[in-house]
């Protein structure tokens, strides 16, 4: 049996909570399995060490950057692997480099490529619990890399795909999977089972509680992939295919994202070749554009809205100012918005669903700025003071807390 678990960032937060980790993981450990454990830096240090680089500038070298990132999932793997020690185990620490992870090169947001498991193995087979500082890898040059926020879970995932894992757990500071972030809907329900689809769509519109990347990348692996609590013994919600799902609800879950800015740039030239230059050259930065909105051209001109991630309006801008500038009016950003999104399979079958979600907020007087929508998702724009508001109304309005 090898499983493979991943320790988040509040589970890792100190020392202590190290140690308790380190005696969770003992209690997995018998000579019958194989155990890779993956880290998350203690939790705030990821965040912590940025400021440190954006203290210098706004935009700073993304190699830096992640020479500057990667060390905080080191600093855990290592003290985690002391404490099985310490406790008498056979555990040792690797970074992404000796765990034979490979990626591209596109630092501060690099896809892993292969992963060269030797090393692993060979350590798993002489007994090591073999603890992997997760979100980075190494590039062809043998520069470190980052996975993107939140890449810890991809580290995971990868690994337990690549090594052939029975078992992927994601150790994390909630019981597992909700109807909605708990912290903000404290009636949100455990989900026991749900699709990969579905998840990943909540994980793409903001529910942070798995990396969308690292789901996508479960799917098509078929890695089986368990959401859990590092402090209870509950069983937590298992992600798995639709059809091993028996009853499907309408709506399986709302996602909150508030890391969206929104971008409306004002009479753009209503000509072919503009919309495809501002998003190719946005694509080619890696940006990832969400929802767009154009209006209808008046006086040979239009205007386009659209998303992208806050993280990104720097390098965005820097690329605005590269467009020719007779072909737009001006730019105007917003930083105060929400994007709200409800998920499930059974929208594909059910009619109103769209209906039921403006009428929910129509009742509490919200403002829908923009909407958009895919087979199993709805999504709205709001404004970020009324976030909160939105999705408590949506998760009533679904009874998801019956
Ligand atoms: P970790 O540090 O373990 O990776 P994260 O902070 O990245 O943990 O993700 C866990 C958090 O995700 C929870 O504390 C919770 O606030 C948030 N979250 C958002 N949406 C959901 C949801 N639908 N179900 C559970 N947790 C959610
Ligand atoms: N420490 C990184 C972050 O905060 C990666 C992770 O925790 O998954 O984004
Ligand atoms: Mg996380």
Redo the contacts with the bound molecule.
């Keep these: 049996m090898l499983l493979v678990q991943?320790?988040?960032?509040?589970?890792v937060g100190d020392p202590e909570r190290i140690n308790r980790v380190a005696q969770r993981i003992a209690l997995s450990i018998k000579p019958e399995h194989h155990i890779v454990v993956v880290v998350?830096a203690m939790?705030g240090e990821t965040d912590k060490l940025l400021g440190y680089a954006l203290h210098f500038d706004a935009l700073p070298d993304p190699r830096e950057v992640d020479m500057i990132l990667s060390s905080g999932e080191r600093v855990t793997s290592a003290l985690l692997a002391i404490a099985l020690q310490t406790m008498g185990y056979k555990a040792i620490s690797l970074s992404g480099r000796n765990a034979g992870i490979y990626t591209d090169s596109q630092h501060t947001k690099a896809h892993i490529e292969y992963i060269d498991t030797t090393r692993i193995n060979k350590l798993l087979h002489k007994g090591f619990v073999v603890i992997v500082a997760g979100f980075q890898g190494v590039n062809e040059k043998g520069d470190v890399t980052t996975l993107g926020r939140?890449g810890?879970?991809l580290s995971a995932v990868a690994l337990a795909g690549a090594l052939n894992a029975d078992l992927c757990e994601?150790?994390?500071?909630?019981?597992?999977?909700?109807?909605?972030?708990?912290?903000?809907e404290p009636n949100?329900k455990?989900?026991d089972k749900i699709s990969y689809d579905e998840m990943l769509e909540?994980a793409s519109m903001?529910?942070?509680?798995?990396?969308n990347r690292s789901v996508e990348l479960a799917k098509k692996l078929g890695v089986k992939l368990i959401?859990r609590s590092?402090f209870s013994d509950n069983p937590g919600?298992l992600i798995t295919k639709e059809e091993d799902i028996m009853e499907q609800p309408i709506i399986s879950?709302?996602?909150?994202d508030k890391n969206q800015a929104r971008v409306s740039m004002v009479e753009v030239k209503d000509q072919p070749g503009i919309a495809s230059e501002i998003f190719g050259k946005l694509a080619e930065a890696n940006i990832n554009v969400d929802m767009i909105v154009q209006t209808l051209a008046y006086n040979g001109r239009t205007d386009l809205d659209f998303t992208i991630p806050k993280t990104e309006l720097e390098l965005a801008k820097n690329i605005f100012k590269s467009l020719d500038s007779d072909s737009f009016g001006k730019i105007e950003y917003d930083n105060d918005i929400a994007k709200v999104s409800i998920v499930g399979v059974g929208m594909k079958s059910h009619t109103g669903v769209a209906s039921k979600v403006f009428g929910a907020l129509a009742k509490e007087h919200i403002n829908i700025m923009m909407i958009s929508t895919s087979e199993i998702k709805i999504s709205v724009l709001v404004d970020i003071k009324y976030a909160e508001l939105s999705i408590r109304s949506l998760h009533r309005a679904f009874e998801l807390d019956k």
């Design positions: 991943k320790y988040g960032g509040t589970s998350s939790s939140g810890s879970d994601i150790y994390t500071d909630v019981e597992g999977v909700f109807t909605t972030d708990p912290r903000i949100a455990k989900i909540l903001g529910a942070k509680v798995l990396l959401t590092t919600t879950g709302i996602a909150l």
